[in-house]
């Protein structure tokens, strides 16, 4: 007895593995049209063979396996074309091994792909939970027939009591089990696209709502200087100033819009070979001012290695990421930036002395709608940052420790060297020295 139900495990062991995996292949998008519509056909097919191969009981004419589950979840989920390859393999493969049982797996192979093709529409637009229990009756209906033709063909061999009883039982369950975890199998996989599909239009939305916020406010106080500058008798440098203001704020529109612009197109448009400690050096002279002003000590430590990248955006992603290191220390501080080679790749390292984050800031960070600045930020700069970096093949990783600040690793490619394929061990070991 017991070795019954190891059998019958078994089988439904095979069942329930396409039906796991099935949908997760079913559900990636570099699947083919064809594979999709397929796989579950060819599944469903294997199962067969491997249920009829290793049978519960085979030492009579008759031969009990949990086929006929497959074969009705084919047909239901799958339509008539399914149905008809299915029935087709139970019948073409269960004469091989000859016996009285051809003939019944024929009949019951033949009415549960006819029945299952006049269902299939019905079945698809019915709920989860009368979908599972039409299979587990019908499976029950198509269990009973084939122990009424095994008991009607008695005389050429009768087949086991014992295994037929609990074949009535244990199919109609197994198909219950079954078609539950097709079921939430499928459910799991459509909620999950609704999510995805919902955060993407909440993402849209809050980008929709920064790009009108952030344009709105320099182009209405352009609007306004402009309208003064029109309607008011000025003199002629109140006149200058407020021109230059109007002409000031459409800059810091046209800049906002550039912003948007890198995070939508990151990639190089015309790579070079950049000298990492000439860029540095130069964001670091444009940052001075700024750096003096919050008694922030900038300290480097560089050394010219080189990457491929857009000089320009390359440039921004490094303002972007200094900047918001110096505005993180409102009461002074020291801004460390240090490069060097690290696993074969150009390592920035830009550390601050300031404010630091949480852990769930952290997770947040590169996201079009969050800032650590309150009113005063938008969440563009390290948005960019993180684009430029992933359009340079580079990674980057940030933390950040109570009394020790923030630290921003950049991760770069190393520049192939144009006299050599490779660095020389002696280079390697300076590098590693740095």
Known sequence: MLNIFKDFLLNLFFILLPVFLVPLCMDR?????????????????????????????????????????????????????????????AIAYRALFGGAGVFVTTVVSI???????????????MPSKQRTLLATSLSFGSGLLTIAMAEWMAAAGSPPPSVALIFLFVQPISMLVVCSFWEMMHHSIALRKRVIRAEKMEAVTHLAASISHEIRNPLTAARGFIQLIEEQPLAADKRRQYARIAIEELDRAEAIITDYLTFAKPAPETPEKLNVKLEIERVIDILRPLANMSCVNIQATLAPFSVIGEREKFRQCLLNVMKNAIEAMPNGGTLQVFVSIDSGRVLIRIADTGIVMTKEQLDRLGEPYFTTKGAKGTGLGMMVVYRIVESMNGTILIESEVHKGTTVSIYLPLAPSPSSAAISDKEKQLFAAL
Not at 118 to 124: A, D, E, S, V
Request: proline share 4%; charged share 15%; glycine share 10%.
């Open 111 to 125: 009415a549960i792909a006819a029945t299952s093709s006049l269902l299939t529409k019905r079945f698809i637009r």
């Open 29 to 89: 998008e570099k699947g083919g049209q064809r594979l999709r519509l397929y796989l579950p056909t060819i599944c469903y097919a294997v199962v067969i063979v491997l249920c009829i191969t290793l049978p519960v009981g085979a030492e009579s004419d008759f031969i009990f396996d949990l086929r006929q589950v497959p074969l009705w979840l084919g047909g239901l989920y799958g339509g008539a074309g399914a149905a008809t390859v299915l029935a087709f393999t």
